[in-house]
């Protein structure tokens, strides 16, 4: 006869064991053998401790077959999130005087922070703050409820390209010259402003003048006159200048009345980071700085993409004996994006001529693998006017990718040479053209003549400085060299195109002086070419120089040379735009070049946009064909009565490239039109092109 007894499945007698409901198994089981074993504690609870055990074992031995096939290499462990907290501050009586800055190459920060240096040595009983604007607020209303509690404040402002802020001031920029409804709130407030640009161009320290014009406005009272830094001289006498009229006025509100203390001359101190030395690791370490280069969410000029280029091209014909490059990079998978008209900054390397004279001339070996620190080993700031360290590499690697070997050394940098000069003549030679006595010697004999900081260093070879010294207060840190992106991302969504001059010039001095940047690229491995093809680190920064919203609207493009770099993006544009069965309004594009068998570069493109109907003229000016030099202004002019309709009828007009020369002859020649068309006098004329400007009808892009 058949036993009566269920059968339980080894499933759920786990279960009932692991959720303890033994009367309901109990019901099951019963005169059943797995009942001995119920009715046995002991012998439960070693059964359950042993399933425990089992269960754990399956888990980790899957875990390590999935995590094994993923990757062999080790993985850095997930950065915490790091959620910044609002700062509180601390009342501890002293006064605060909070230095802020807006820099682009890092010469703002530098004033600003050898400003707070010296403050901190002639005021004790006052705390300095040095703050980068765009961390000074996450947005507007934070802007503005934190500046209202600000007593005392100093302002480094750049100025760059079209009266443009710099990238980390553009927020605070925008939110406060814009909004003029405020009154008079900033009342408390006492400061100074110190204006960083080049007279060169057109809007020469035009951020500095506004935000100095605006705190005026807004109740705030100026301490001492907006300080005009000039970078076409020599800045660092402008800023000196100006910061001794900074003292007077601070020793009024930040010294007691009684304090009858004189002030012992500041010095500076020579800038140096602590160096450690290394063994050399594996090669593959050596470029751990760029192993996550693209594992970021946001690109920046802090955390820039490692992008391929992908294509190379030359321009000019094998007739021409200068050189123009047409290079792509590859930005697909990167999570990298552009908008048309924006520009790319790009990490270049120097060349290795030049660096192999710097190793000669500092006179260490290349292959030392070091690291520089900006703290002292028990955790304490060196100084606050030390820039953020480079990752550990080689000395042949720091100087081909951190140093500006090329540029001409500041008063402050031959300060640091004379400091380690072993020769007393070299010392003193270097001192004399670092002081005010040798103004005219330093403008005459290092900035007229533009020579490096290499060939500096070849004058006074007892100048052995050490690496932290040269790295720190020497050699600025190589700066990122920004192009006008000349693709469209309609037609080129994975690739940022940039048009290049070579830049290849004689100095005063008989110098060759090849640029870094272009030069590299002239020098570039395509990914066409080769797989081990050269690569840069680049970002994105976005600009103004935008079509209009409506393609309707009638535009007018002005760019000779590289200055075609943004309008051929405008163009591609426009093609997309057209295919796409949008109604486009005309468009005429005035180029210059030399020689149509030379240097009339994208040819064939241009044409082909005129017969699309992406562009409804084009009109070019050849500088060397004829017996007279003819230049872009020379063709607007015999286009004036077209240039004069298309801006009656709302159209937007366009400038891109040379500041100093070509801009400046382009905006002569635009006053001369709308006068003479417009049958208006100088006063009207100088409102109309100033509000063509101030509506966003009239841009430029230019260097």
Not at 520 to 531: F, Y
Request: charged share 25%; aromatic share 10%.
């Amino acid at each position: 006869m058949e036993s009566s007894s269920v059968k339980v499945s080894p499933l759920d007698l786990m279960s009932a064991i692991l959720k303890g409901n033994f009367e309901q198994l109990n019901a099951s089981l019963e005169d059943s053998p797995a009942a001995i074993i119920i009715g046995n504690r002991d012998v439960l609870m070693v059964l359950t401790t042993s399933i425990a055990l089992l269960i754990g074992c399956v888990i980790l031995l899957f875990w390590r077959r999935s995590s094994g096939k993923k990757s062999s290499k080790l993985t850095e462990p997930p950065k915490p999130l790091v959620v910044k907290d609002r700062e509180v501050e601390v009342d501890d009586g002293n006064k605060k005087v909070t230095i802020f800055f807006g820099t682009q190459t890092g010469t703002a920060e530098g004033f600003a922070k050898a400003l707070a240096e010296e403050a901190k040595a002639r005021y004790e009983k006052a705390t300095f703050k040095v703050v980068d604007l765009d961390d000074y607020a996450a947005d507007d209303d934070e802007y503005e409820e934190k500046l209202k509690k600000e007593t005392l404040a100093f302002f480094f402002l750049a100025t760059y390209g079209d009266g443009e802020p710099t990238d980390n001031a553009a927020r605070f920029y925008k939110w406060f010259a814009e909004e003029n409804e405020r009154g008079e709130w900033l009342q408390t407030l006492q400061y100074g402003v110190f204006g960083l640009g080049n007279r060169q161009y057109e809007h020469f320290n035009k951020v500095g003048i506004v935000v100095d014009e605006m705190l005026a406005q807004q109740g705030a009272k100026c301490l001492v006159p907006v300080g005009l830094g000039d970078d076409d001289k020599c800045i660092e006498d402008d800023f000196s200048a100006w910061r001794e009229l900074v003292w007077p006025e601070l020793d009024k509100l930040l010294r007691d009345q009684d304090d009858t203390t004189v002030s012992t001359p500041y010095t500076a101190a020579v800038l140096e980071y602590r160096v450690v030395f290394h063994d050399s690791p594996d090669a593959a370490l050596q470029d751990k700085s760029w192993a996550n280069a693209n594992g970021h969410a946001v690109h920046d000029i802090h955390h820039p993409c490692r992008a391929n280029v992908a294509v190379r091209r030359e321009l000019h014909t094998p007739a021409s004996d200068r050189s123009c490059i047409h290079l792509e990079f590859d930005i697909s998978g990167t999570g990298l994006t552009y908008e048309t008209g924006d520009h790319v900054g790009v990490y270049c390397e120097n060349l290795i001529e030049t660096v192999a004279e710097a190793e000669r001339l500092i006179g260490v070996s290349p292959a030392t693998y070091f690291s520089i620190h900006a703290d002292n080993e028990d955790g304490a700031p060196i100084s606050s006017s030390l820039a953020p360290p480079f990752p550990p590499c080689t000395l042949r690697t720091a100087l081909t990718k951190y140093a500006d070997l090329l540029s001409s050394p500041k008063k402050t940098a031959l300060l640091a040479l004379a400091a380690h000069a072993s020769e007393p003549g070299e010392a003193d030679r270097l001192r004399f053209l670092a002081s005010p006595a040798g103004k005219d010697e330093y403008a005459q004999w290092i900035v007229a003549s533009q020579r490096s900081l290499l060939e500096v260093m070849a004058e006074f070879p007892s100048a052995k400085p050490p690496l932290g010294v040269f790295f720190a207060a020497i050699a600025p840190r190589l700066q990122p060299r920004y192009y006008s992106i000349s693709s469209s991302p309609r037609v080129a969504p994975s690739r940022i195109h940039v048009t290049c001059a070579l830049v290849y010039e004689v100095m005063p001095t008989g110098r060759i002086h090849k640029g870094v940047c272009s030069t590299w690229m002239k020098n570039a491995v395509p990914l066409e070419e080769s797989h081990d093809c050269s690569w840069s680190p680049i970002y994105v920064r976005q600009s103004n120089f935008k079509l209009p919203a409506d393609p309707s609207v009638p535009i007018m493009l002005i760019g000779p040379g590289t200055g075609l770099a943004p309008f051929r993006g405008f163009l591609q544009e426009r093609f997309a735009l057209k295919e796409a069965g949008a109604e486009l309004g005309p468009a005429i594009l005035f180029f210059g070049c030399r020689n149509r068998k030379m240097d009339f570069i994208y040819e064939d493109e241009l044409k082909n946009f005129v017969a699309t109907g992406a562009l409804s003229e084009l009109v070019v000016a050849f500088s060397r064909e004829g017996p007279t030099k003819e230049y872009v202004q020379h063709k607007m002019m015999e286009k004036a009565s077209d240039i004069w309709n298309m801006l009656s009828q709302g159209g937007y007009l366009y400038v891109c490239g040379d500041a100093k020369g070509m801009a400046k002859d382009v905006h002569r020649t635009l006053h001369t039109i709308v006068q003479e068309q417009g049958s208006m006098d100088s006063s009207k004329t100088e409102s109309m092109v100033k509000n063509l400007q101030m509506s966003g009808r009239y841009l430029r892009d230019v260097w």
